[in-house]
């Protein structure tokens, strides 16, 4: 026993001799740590978190570092001072007055606790990564109570507290919401988890926002379920390891969650608040402007006529060249076309209803305002700008224009850079004039080989029969760009990832080789001749509007025919409806519901021709990286010209008959109301995360559809919402006018529902919503004879058709769809076309 008893001493004094340096368990008053030795660190029992200094970028000189609570490997979760960066000379001390204090080379205190003369007596770092100050009886001061940027598991972040980088905030409100804000004025990402809950005194109410080990991210309060509210998943959600996961603040002013395997040093992003870097307010700074290459946000100025202030900070902003005081003449307006000046607004901004020229024009003659942003998205707002803080987001997605006052002339941007210094002015001259000449050399090349096709190749049988309509056609302003078999068939590596199959054909995921990335979608049982096909392309790519998916180029190329769309990274909506793995939150579904319903829209009643889509349903919906709805395979009925009997082809064309309105079950000519009904049943889907042609016995063994318009009459309308939209924000006016606007379009009578535009109006608010009639059962429906259904519903389209405004009904039949069983008279004007004239 003594033996053994000398062995211990031993080794005692051996680790104390040999590693001094390596862990201090025990922390006292007058213990010190210096950035020179980075050895020597405060650390938990198990290793597992530290105190002391790590370097920041190594090569900057003289060296700089943080004095921060960090996590095995070097990843730091507390930094004190703010992450205030101090020199090699400075040094943490834990005074005997009880204070912890950072104090640099100079000896100025960069930070303190201010725990003197509280009896604290000791400091420790436990094992979750708090340091804390304690005296006999409690704790005095903890970095878990004085969060910086950083929240780890087992951390408690509550009302009141904040976290801070540079000009950007993270705060929990007293009624449960969490929001991001720029100079703690700009609040632009905020996210709603109290609207379940009506309760009384919010203010007094303290709630918690948490993050579990897993990788959940929960709010709690009294208003909410025991459990919590969850927020959001990571993306590595319960992998197992030794994983720390941690919610950062970073200085680009996005919320992020972050995991890093212990030891490794690395961290990897799992989840950000804003999926659009460039929508983070002030991200480039004053009169900056944030835009992307390569996916990658960058910053730039508005025009020439601004300048970078930190030539090698882009993020810090821009300045004018030229002020408005000193200018020479009346000041001008800069116009910037897909760009946001004013967004969101502010106190120092003013809202508008006025026409585009109106938005430019009254804050030219305004003394009192620096710059205006127009919204192109149909609400006609108009936003009017205060002298002050501007910063610009520009993106050829944005539905918006914008003006800025400038001293004359107006230099437009040719080039946005993010890093240019003056040294280097020059050379970025001289580096146009070598772009100018290669360009000009490129363009004789382009010349020389199309004098040469011309001569050579034009009267090949390949080309004989193009005409000069055609050539007209390619290059035209807006026309997709023909592509050939081969290019396709090599984009797609012999079409081998498929995303999907319709009924017009299969859809696979390929890589043009200007590096863009699309979905080739091959259609099937085509019987145009090239030119109809091509002249068909055309009047379909010749649609523009925000929520529908954009034609870039075709195939017509013998027997082949393909259309080539730009790739959506979120895929189609029914993967989050219907997959358990995804989901998606009220604010994106209803925005999703909006947004489908402007596009269909503008197909029935803004389009010069109505188009019908024919195929409304949510795998025809697809989203693109920031879940805005793009409805694809519009108009394509055009392009099938079958020859079989009008049921089969119904069949083909729809690839379910689930979204079928009942008179197209009842062999009844297709018109819009056909589309209406079908975005009643996406719609409702919206809402219930379920499919409506369901049965279940939650449902009583009805069709889902049948059993919600029940249950909303019984007032249940948190029984028809979908469940994983418990945990998130949801306006439940929304979700009621959403889901009455729905029963109005799954009427069985086709003109009891009402137009697309109606249908927008109600989804916003603009408009009442009266009390849906009863919905009636499929099986009641089929019970109908068809000519007791057709003569009440023809009739009635025919007295639409001679009616002042033909318009209202813009197309009856598909193309080769046998009609024989109405008469003529019955269908007075109508087209057999789903492209119609608006002059019916």
């Known amino acids: 026993m003594i033996i053994l008893n000398i062995h211990l001493i031993f080794f005692s004094l051996l680790l104390l001799v040999v590693f001094p340096f390596l862990i201090l368990a025990e922390i006292t008053p007058n213990s010190s740590l210096f950035a020179s030795n980075r050895d020597k660190k405060w650390s938990s029992d198990n290793g597992t978190f530290s105190v002391g200094f790590i370097p920041l970028d190594p090569q900057t000189s003289p060296p700089s570092f943080l004095a921060a609570i960090y996590y095995d490997g070097g990843i730091p979760i507390w930094t004190a ?58 704790t005095v001061w903890s970095s878990f109570e004085n969060p910086v940027d950083t929240i780890v598991p087992f951390q408690n972040f509550t009302t009141g507290m904040i976290l801070e980088s540079g000009s950007y905030s993270f705060t929990l409100l007293s009624f449960g919401n969490i929001r991001l804000r720029w100079n703690n004025s700009i609040t632009y990402w905020s996210k709603g988890l109290n609207s379940y809950f009506n309760s009384d005194n919010t203010s007094l109410i303290s709630y918690s926002l948490r993050l579990e080990s897993s990788g959940i991210l929960s709010v709690f309060g009294p208003t909410l379920p025991p459990n919590g509210a969850i927020v959001v998943y990571s993306d590595d959600y319960a992998e197992p390891g030794e994983i720390l996961r941690f919610l950062k603040l970073d200085n680009d002013g996005n919320l992020r969650i972050y995991s890093s395997q212990r030891g490794s040093g690395i961290k990897k992003e799992r989840w950000a608040a804003v999926q659009d870097q460039c929508r983070v307010y002030g991200y ?45 003449g009346n000041v001008t307006m800069l116009d910037l076309k897909n760009t946001m000046l004013t967004y969101p607004p502010s106190a120092d901004s003013e809202v508008f209803y006025i026409a585009t020229s109106s938005c430019r024009l009254n804050c030219l003659m305004n003394t009192g305002c620096e710059a205006s942003t127009l919204l192109l998205d149909g609400s006609g707002h108009c936003y009017l700008k205060t002298p002050g803080f501007i910063t610009a987001y520009q993106d050829a997605s944005l539905p918006s224009t914008s003006h800025i006052k400038v001293c004359p002339p107006v230099l437009p941007n040719l080039l946005l850079s993010s890093n240019i210094s003056k040294d280097g002015r020059r050379r970025k001259v001289d580096r146009w004039v070598w772009i100018v000449g290669g360009i000009g050399v490129l363009v004789v090349l382009i ?68 590096g863009m990335v699309v979905a080739v979608k091959q259609l099937e049982r085509i019987e145009q001749d090239e030119r109809q096909f091509r002249m068909e392309v055309a009047t379909i790519s ?34 989050f409806l219907f997959n358990s793995r995804k989901s998606l939150n009220w604010e994106q579904r209803f925005r999703i519901a909006v947004g489908t319903a402007k596009a269909i829209t503008y197909l029935h009643e803004e389009c010069h021709d109505c188009i019908v889509h024919c195929d409304i349903k949510p795998e025809n919906i697809l989203l693109d990286e920031n879940y805005n709805a793009k ?48 975005y009643g049943m996406v719609l409702l889907e919206l809402v219930s995360g379920t499919r409506n042609f369901q049965v279940s016995k939650a449902t009583n063994r ?10 909303f009459n019984k007032g249940n309308i948190l029984g028809i919402i979908d469940r994983r939209l418990a945990d998130h924000e949801v306006e439940i006016e929304q979700v009621t006018r959403a889901i009455q606007v729905s029963f109005w379009c799954i009427q069985e009578q086709p003109l009891h529902r009402p137009k697309m535009g109606k249908v927008v109006q109600m989804l916003e608010g603009v408009v009442g919503i009266d009390q849906p009639p009863a919905l009636m059962a499929a099986s ?22 001679s009616s002042p405004n033909p318009t209202s009904i813009c197309s009856f039949q598909i193309a080769g769809i046998s009609t024989s069983h109405v008469s003529e008279a019955s269908l007075g004007k109508a087209s057999s076309a789903l492209l119609v004239p608006r002059n019916l």
């Open 447 to 514: 010349i020389l080989e199309y004098a040469l096709w011309m001569c050579c190749c034009r009267k090949r049988s390949r080309f004989g029969g193009l005409s000069a309509e055609y050539t007209l056609l390619e290059y035209a302003s807006g026309a997709p760009v023909q592509l050939w078999y081969n290019e396709l068939r090599a984009a797609t590596k012999g079409f081998k990832e498929k995303l999907g199959t319709g009924g017009f054909g299969s859809v696979y995921k390929g890589c043009l080789a200007n």
């Open 284 to 328: 480039c700074g004053e009169l900056g402007m944030c835009s992307y290459s390569n996916s990658n946000p960058v910053c730039g100025c508005l025009s020439r006529n601004f300048e970078f202030i930190d030539p090698n900070d882009s993020r810090k902003g821009c300045r004018r060249i030229m002020e408005l005081d000193d200018c020479p």
């Open 780 to 801: 009641d429906v089929s019970k109908r004879k068809k000519s007791t259904f057709f003569s009440s519903n023809v009739s009635n389209i025919s007295e639409t058709l």
């Open 81 to 138: 001072g703010s992450s205030t960066p101090v020199d090699s000379a400075s040094s943490l001390q834990f005074l005997s007055s009880g204070s912890l204090r950072l104090i640099n080379g100079s000896g100025d205190t960069i930070w303190s606790t201010n725990t003197d003369n509280l009896g604290v007596n000791s400091a420790s770092v436990q094992e979750n990564g708090n340091f804390v100050l304690t005296n006999d009886t409690s």
């Open 631 to 678: 409805v694809s395979d519009f108009g394509l009925a055009k392009l099938i010209n079958s020859k079989e009997n009008r049921y089969k082809t119904l069949a083909r064309i729809k690839g379910t008959k689930r979204y079928l309105a009942p008179e197209c079950i009842a062999n009844l000519p297709i018109t819009w109301m056909s589309d209406i009904y079908s």
């Open 542 to 575: 010749s649609t523009h509007h925000l929520n529908l998916a954009r034609l870039i180029g075709y195939c017509s190329e013998g027997s082949q025919r393909l259309l080539v769309y730009k790739f959506m990274k979120n895929g189609s909506l029914d993967q």
């Open 702 to 711: 009805k069709k889902f559809s049948l059993w919600a318009y029940e249950e």
